[in-house]
């Protein structure tokens, strides 16, 4: 069975949230990453790029529709997205082949 990758954020500012105890969030623009690595999804580079790392902060998070920490990000990283997912992790893939040919 294949296990399920979970990313973490980096992005490009923060904010500090008063009302949840002063809890450090991503704004700007977004991308996946995941933990031990130097580099996002896409390849930027973390030191370079001068992206902040936020690995209590899951890739989900900065859907708009799930509230929380997606207040301030103003933009999802296309490349990211199309590697992390772009949806929850119960969603379906976008299409299905019905009628494969033989």
């Given at each position: 069975?294949?296990?399920?990758?979970?990313?973490?954020?980096?992005?490009?500012?923060?904010?500090?949230?008063?009302?949840?105890?002063r809890?450090?969030?991503?704004?700007?623009?977004?991308?996946?990453?995941?933990?031990?690595?130097n580099?996002?999804?896409?390849?930027?580079?973390?030191?370079?790029?001068?992206?902040?790392?936020?690995?209590?902060?899951t890739?989900?998070?900065?859907?708009?529709?799930?509230?929380?920490?997606?207040d301030?990000?103003q933009?999802?990283?296309?490349?990211?997205?199309?590697?992390?997912?772009?949806?929850?992790?119960?969603a379906?893939?976008?299409?299905?082949?019905?009628?494969?040919?033989?």
């Amino acid at each position: 069975m294949a296990r399920v990758k979970q990313y973490a954020v980096a992005a490009s500012g923060q904010w500090t949230d008063e009302e949840e105890g002063r809890r450090r969030l991503p704004s700007g623009e977004v991308h996946a990453w995941e933990p031990g690595l130097n580099q996002t999804v896409c390849g930027l580079s973390l030191s370079r790029s001068r992206l902040v790392r936020f690995p209590h902060v899951t890739w989900p998070d900065t859907f708009p529709e799930s509230g929380g920490a997606a207040d301030r990000v103003q933009r999802q990283c296309p490349r990211c997205a199309s590697v992390a997912g772009r949806r929850g992790q119960d969603a379906r893939p976008r299409w299905q082949r019905t009628n494969p040919r033989p």
